[in-house]
């Protein structure tokens, strides 16, 4: 299965949380974000690399050097100019053979490079912020995942001081929304290499993050 994590704003969170998922559900992650690459990198080929035709996805991913499987992205703007993006399905189809569930790390907003790991995602959690205009952001998000036939799984309402009330986002997108309250171990996790749902499993943060995955997996058996 291949699972994107969206979201029509940036700085929402969504490279934590594909971190967090990619933890919680044993999977391997890619960072798609070829213009704003947030997840760890180091040495070696990266997504990139596997776009512009010059190495192999499964060469590219970085494999036991910490708690989470990741193909990383690049970070100049010369790697980014010259990855095509319609490389994407062949690569991400290639780590999904290898290692099973992939949850890519999609960039923000509405633009085509937002709307290729859509494409190809079997399904999609969509994160957003607990303001009051996140919801209309969301809305627009969901909208371009269901044009590109990602169902959506569930949104993730992230760094929420307050329990803020779900009900809307459940009633206008129609699937379940988990509050994922503000914690600076999850802020740090992917820094630290140290998942919340490993360090601290018991947390509400890492319980929220185990309640979006057992979505992701409710949605894997269907």
Do not use: Q
């Not at 070696?44 to 596997?50: F, K, T």
């Not at 929304?177 to 290499?193: I, K, L, N, Y």
């Amino acid at each position: 299965m291949i699972l994107a994590v969206t979201g029509g704003k940036g700085g929402v969170g969504k490279s934590t949380l594909a971190f967090e998922l990619g933890a919680a559900l044993d999977a391997a992650v890619v960072d798609a974000d070829l213009g704003m690459a947030d997840l760890p990198t180091g040495p070696g080929p990266d997504l990139h690399d596997v776009l512009a035709g010059r190495a192999d996805p499964i060469e590219a991913v970085r494999d036991g050097v910490g708690p989470v499987t990741i193909l990383p992205c690049g970070r100049s703007l010369a790697g980014a100019r010259a990855a095509d993006v319609t490389r994407l399905d062949d690569a991400l189809r290639a780590v999904e053979r290898a290692y099973g569930d992939v949850v890519v790390d999609c960039p923000a907003g509405m633009k085509a490079d937002a709307g290729v790991p859509l494409a190809v995602a079997d399904a999609c959690v969509v994160v957003a912020s607990p303001r009051s205009y996140a919801l209309a952001d969301a809305v627009r998000t969901r909208e371009l995942a269901r044009e590109l036939d990602a169902g959506l799984v569930a949104v993730a309402v992230n760094r929420a001081v307050a329990d803020p009330p779900t009900e809307a986002f459940e009633e206008v997108l129609g699937a379940p929304a988990v509050v994922v309250p503000a914690d600076p171990r999850v802020g740090r996790s992917v820094a630290e290499c140290r998942p919340v749902t490993r360090c601290a499993p018991s947390s509400r943060a890492g319980r929220a993050v185990e309640e979006l995955a057992a979505a992701v997996a409710r949605c894997r058996r269907v």
